[in-house]
Antibody, heavy 121, light 108 residues
Framework: EVQLVESGGGLVKPGGSLRLSCSASKFSFSDYSMNWVRQTPGKGLEWVSSISSSSSYIYYADSVKGRFTISRDNAKNSLYLQMSSLRAEDTAVFYC??????????????WGQGTLVTVSS | SSELTQDPAVSVALGQTVRITCQGDSLRTYYASWYQQKPGQAPVLVIYGKNNRPSGIPDRFSGSSSGNTASLTITGAQAEDEADYHCNSRDRSGNPVVFGGGTKLTVL
């Protein structure tokens, strides 16, 4: 069974930085695009960023563009999200999710358990 | 950017059929995908593409689409189906992926 395990969440002050990691196993990581999706406590899901299998294509939500950087290391089966200039509204559970997109659809078939990021002074 | 709209809450009697909807302009072009999320757990994909179920998802879950509305139907709802349901799709304007706000399903 595919496994995705996030780490790196925690409490950070507004304006601070944090780096999230996602360790993948039991599938060929280098063959899949990967994503970060977040969920504000008690609210809906928000797509944050995507990276293609070879890192050739990278996309960000408007809400994080210029502040967050997604990256991956296929040799280490790992996905990362470098977050800077954090704001209170970035407080959320961040999920790592394996994705698949084609011309007609885009879905996330496996998700990690999430890591909580709290931005507060 | 485009949005997907879901009813905040829906209820269904045990064993009955319930339809959860998701509306948005992007659904005129792209298929919706649906996720089930129980409290304290990560989302689980239940429907993707035209009407496809991942391995292990019961066949009482089905998907359909018409115009700007996608629907997730649960035929013969069970107590374990009580959860939040989220839809998502691709989008051509703004962000490439968009989610709905989620629907809380209560099984009475």
């Amino acid at each position: 069974e595919v496994q995705l395990v996030e780490s790196g969440g925690g409490l950070v002050k507004p304006g601070g930085s944090l780096r999230l990691s996602c360790s993948a196993s039991k599938f060929s990581f280098s063959d899949y695009s990967m994503n970060w999706v977040r969920q504000t406590p008690g609210k809906g899901l928000e797509w944050v960023s995507s990276i293609s299998s070879s890192s050739s294509y990278i996309y960000y939500a408007d809400s994080v563009k210029g502040r967050f950087t997604i990256s991956r290391d296929n040799a280490k089966n790992s996905l990362y999200l470098q977050m800077s200039s954090l704001r209170a509204e970035d407080t959320a559970v961040f999920y790592c999710a394996r994705g698949y997109c084609n011309d007609g659809t885009c879905f996330f078939d496996y998700w990690g358990q999430g890591t909580l990021v709290t931005v507060s002074s | 950017s485009s949005e997907l709209t879901q009813d905040p809450a829906v209820s269904v009697a045990l064993g009955q059929t319930v339809r959860i909807t998701c509306q948005g302009d992007s659904l005129r072009t792209y298929y919706a995908s649906w996720y089930q999320q129980k409290p304290g757990q990560a989302p689980v994909l239940v429907i993707y593409g035209k009407n496809n179920r991942p391995s292990g998802i019961p066949d009482r879950f089905s998907g359909s689409s018409s115009g700007n509305t996608a629907s997730l139907t649960i035929t013969g709802a069970q107590a374990e189906d009580e959860a939040d349901y989220h839809c998502n799709s691709r989008d051509r304007s703004g962000n490439p992926v968009v989610f709905g706000g989620g629907t809380k399903l209560t099984v009475l």
